[in-house]
């Protein structure tokens, strides 16, 4: 597996995970999802990332793919495209916590919204790599549609394989 150093600390993320999410906002009403991720590395300073999700009942919902860049000093940007018409530039850093997890956390400064798209002002995503590395929870909050930084999903994967594609 090649992993570039500026990666390294992180470097449990790759292979692909899978699990359950719940989201909630003020403008909508609550919903439950399953999700699929995967990170995969060539040995550049990027993570390759892609994430789709279904209804409990197995219809398409949230997709979105991009890059983990991985820039040194323990800092990552997030770059992330979704089909609803939303770009995300995210920088961020990686931190121990409570021990042996590692967060993830970002906030955007850049939010590109296509002109038929909802309106994303920021959105601040923290992922949390368990002690064992075998779980990867996040929670994302969002300032949207006339709304501050408001909670809208959480959800929790388990690692089903480490194979590094790409
Ligand atoms: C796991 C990923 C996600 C799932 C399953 C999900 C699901 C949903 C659902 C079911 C709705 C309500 C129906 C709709 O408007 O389509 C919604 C609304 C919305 N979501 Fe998400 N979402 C996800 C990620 C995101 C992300 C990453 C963003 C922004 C960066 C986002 C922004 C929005 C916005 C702006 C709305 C519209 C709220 C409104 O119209 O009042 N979502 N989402």
Same mark, same amino acid.
């Given at each position: 597996?090649?992993?570039?150093?500026?990666?390294?600390?992180?470097?449990?993320?790759? @292979?692909?995970?899978?699990?359950?999410?719940?989201?909630?906002? *003020?403008?909508?009403?609550?919903?439950?999802?399953?999700?699929?991720?995967?990170?995969?590395?060539? $040995? +550049?300073?990027?993570?390759?990332?892609?994430?789709?999700?279904?209804? *409990?009942? $197995?219809?398409?919902?949230?997709?979105?793919? @991009?890059?983990? +860049? $991985?820039? $040194?000093?323990?800092?990552?940007?997030?770059?992330?495209?979704? *089909?609803?018409?939303?770009?995300?530039?995210?920088?961020?850093?990686?931190?121990?916590?409570?021990?042996?997890?590692?967060?993830?956390?970002?906030?955007?400064?850049?939010?590109?919204?296509?002109?038929?798209?909802?309106?994303?002002?920021?959105?601040? +995503?923290?992922?949390?790599?368990?002690?064992? +590395?075998?779980?990867?929870?996040?929670?994302?909050?969002?300032?949207?549609?006339?709304?501050?930084?408001?909670?809208?999903?959480?959800?929790?994967?388990?690692?089903?394989?480490?194979? *590094?594609?790409?």
């Amino acid at each position: 597996m090649k992993v570039h150093p500026n990666l390294m600390a992180v470097a449990d993320l790759i @292979g692909t995970w899978e699990g359950e999410g719940t989201g909630s906002y *003020p403008t909508i009403d609550d919903f439950a999802y399953r999700e699929r991720v995967t990170f995969s590395s060539d $040995g +550049r300073p990027f993570f390759t990332y892609r994430q789709t999700t279904t209804s *409990p009942d $197995g219809k398409p919902m949230h997709h979105e793919t @991009g890059y983990l +860049r $991985g820039v $040194g000093d323990n800092r990552i940007e997030w770059v992330i495209v979704q *089909p609803s018409g939303v770009v995300e530039i995210a920088p961020g850093e990686i931190r121990p916590n409570n021990g042996n997890e590692l967060h993830v956390q970002s906030t955007t400064t850049m939010v590109g919204v296509a002109p038929t798209a909802k309106h994303v002002e920021a959105v601040q +995503r923290c992922f949390i790599l368990s002690e064992d +590395r075998n779980r990867l929870c996040y929670d994302l909050a969002m300032a949207a549609v006339g709304e501050t930084m408001t909670h809208h999903l959480s959800a929790s994967l388990d690692r089903v394989d480490t194979t *590094p594609l790409d």
